[in-house]
């Protein structure tokens, strides 16, 4: 029977991934074994750079995590060597880096994720990593609106133009 200072070491170690997982926008559960300890030291270089968590977990101890925020499904994928990344902010930063580097190093490799509240598989993984960052959508959706706005505005001139009406200029802000 464990000594009453490893149950509450683990349950403090539960009780920060069920934090993590819980409070985080996406997450990738990832197998990294037989990463050299050179290619790991970038790979976590590049993650922590980009704000996403990584740490290798206990599966067990993940398990018990997975449960209390509803990701019980993430249990199958819970064996062998584990490593967690999460972000905190941007849904397709941590499956956009940890795709990206699976690509370069065959013994990274995606064994499922976590997304909106529920768990997704590899094949979401990837078509999450596909998507542009929440910078790059803001951006377009705003191009979008502005393109339209003047499309409008051009209209309106040459309509009262047409009508031989004197047009005053609309000011963009």
């Known amino acids: 029977m464990p000594n009453a200072q490893v149950l509450e070491s683990k349950k403090a170690i539960v ?3 069920i934090n993590r997982m819980g409070n985080a926008a996406s997450g990738v559960i990832v197998d990294y074994k037989g990463i050299s300890v050179e290619d790991d030291t970038k790979f976590r270089s590049d993650l922590r750079a980009n704000g996403v968590e990584y740490s290798v977990v206990k599966n067990t101890l ?3 995590a997975a449960k209390e925020v509803g990701f019980e499904a993430l249990n199958d994928v819970l064996n062998g060597t584990t490593s967690l990344a999460t972000s905190a902010t941007d849904p397709v930063i ?3 880096l940890i795709v990206a580097a699976a ?3 065959e013994n990274i490799k995606v064994k499922a994720g976590f997304v909106d509240g529920r768990v997704i598989d590899v094949d979401t993984v990837k078509k999450l ?5 929440r910078e790059v959508l803001i951006a ?3 191009g979008g609106m502005n393109a339209t706005i003047t499309r409008l505005a051009v ?5 009262a133009e047409k ?3 004197p047009a005053t200029e609309a000011v963009a802000e």
């Not at 990593?129 to 960052?133: K, N």
Request: proline letters at 4%; glycine letters at 0%; hydrophobic letters at 45%.
């Open 163 to 165: 009508n031989s009406e």
């Open 15 to 17: 009780a920060e991934l």
């Open 140 to 142: 377009q959706i705003l």
């Open 103 to 105: 690509k370069k190093n």
């Open 94 to 96: 941590a499956a956009k």
């Open 62 to 64: 993940t398990r018990f």
């Open 129 to 133: 990593a596909s998507l542009p960052s």
């Open 155 to 159: 209209a309106v001139k040459a309509i």
